[in-house]
């Protein structure tokens, strides 16, 4: 997929895991769909940037997409050592980068940004040709007088579409919670079933 020299952080293996399809839940199997992925992007309190698509700061995730075993490892910091199965591309010490490309003006590091926005679309598209990708977190730059001002992980939809699915997902996880308190409520140890 990516160029093996420079693979701006990107982790092959996760991604390869994400568009299995034995990942995915029988029910997007059986009605020939591809699962849906919101791809999220953020930076964490070390200053690295966290590309994933199972945890994020809009918490769009459909479960139900995807074996449950699967989704509970994805969001998971740690599932595989060092990282977890869910995030797909991680760059070290992105703040920093961003302040080298912004304050000092470093052509390196100014080269590095748009290295990793680049490879950011080219996952996306990879992603797209094998997920029903329904968002993206892209790198958007601003500029003054020619020189970047600010990098910074932007949705790609309207501010309106992504509030809708945002509200969803809760609608969503709150049905999800309520069926499971009523399985609780209704359980019958003496029941053998």
Same mark, same amino acid.
């Given at each position: 997929?990516?160029d093996?020299d420079y693979?701006?952080?990107?982790?092959?293996?996760?991604?390869?895991? %994400?568009?299995?399809?034995a990942?995915?839940s029988i029910?997007?199997?059986?009605?020939?769909?591809?699962?849906?992925?919101?791809? @999220?992007?953020?930076?964490n309190q070390?200053?690295?940037?966290?590309?994933?698509w199972?945890?994020?700061? @809009?918490?769009?995730i &459909?479960?139900?997409?995807? %074996?449950?075993?699967?989704v509970? /490892? #994805?969001?998971? /910091?740690?599932?595989?050592?060092?990282?977890?199965?869910?995030?797909?591309?991680?760059?070290?010490d992105?703040e %920093?980068?961003?302040?080298? !490309?912004?304050?000092r003006?470093?052509?390196? #590091?100014? /080269?590095?940004?748009? !290295? @990793? #926005? !680049?490879?950011?679309?080219e996952l996306?598209?990879?992603?797209?040709?094998h997920?029903?990708?329904?968002?993206?977190?892209? %790198?958007?730059?601003? &500029?003054?007088?020619?020189?970047?001002t600010s !990098?910074?992980?932007?949705p790609?939809?309207?501010?309106?579409?992504?509030?809708e699915m945002?509200?969803?997902?809760?609608?969503?996880?709150? /049905?999800?919670?309520?069926?499971?308190v009523?399985?609780m409520?209704?359980?019958?140890?003496?029941?053998?079933?």
């Amino acid at each position: 997929m990516f160029d093996d020299d420079y693979a701006c952080g990107l982790n092959q293996e996760n991604v390869d895991v %994400l568009i299995y399809p034995a990942n995915w839940s029988i029910a997007v199997r059986d009605e020939n769909r591809k699962p849906r992925v919101f791809l @999220h992007a953020r930076v964490n309190q070390k200053g690295n940037a966290e590309i994933n698509w199972a945890r994020g700061d @809009h918490d769009i995730i &459909y479960e139900e997409d995807f %074996l449950a075993r699967y989704v509970n /490892a #994805a969001q998971s /910091a740690y599932s595989v050592p060092w990282r977890g199965v869910g995030e797909l591309m991680w760059w070290k010490d992105y703040e %920093l980068l961003v302040s080298n !490309a912004i304050v000092r003006r470093s052509p390196v #590091a100014t /080269a590095l940004l748009y !290295a @990793h #926005a !680049a490879s950011l679309k080219e996952l996306a598209f990879v992603l797209a040709q094998h997920v029903n990708l329904v968002g993206v977190m892209a %790198l958007s730059f601003t &500029y003054q007088d020619g020189e970047i001002t600010s !990098a910074d992980f932007m949705p790609t939809l309207p501010d309106d579409q992504l509030q809708e699915m945002i509200q969803e997902r809760r609608k969503r996880k709150a /049905a999800t919670l309520r069926e499971a308190v009523d399985r609780m409520a209704n359980f019958d140890p003496e029941d053998p079933e």
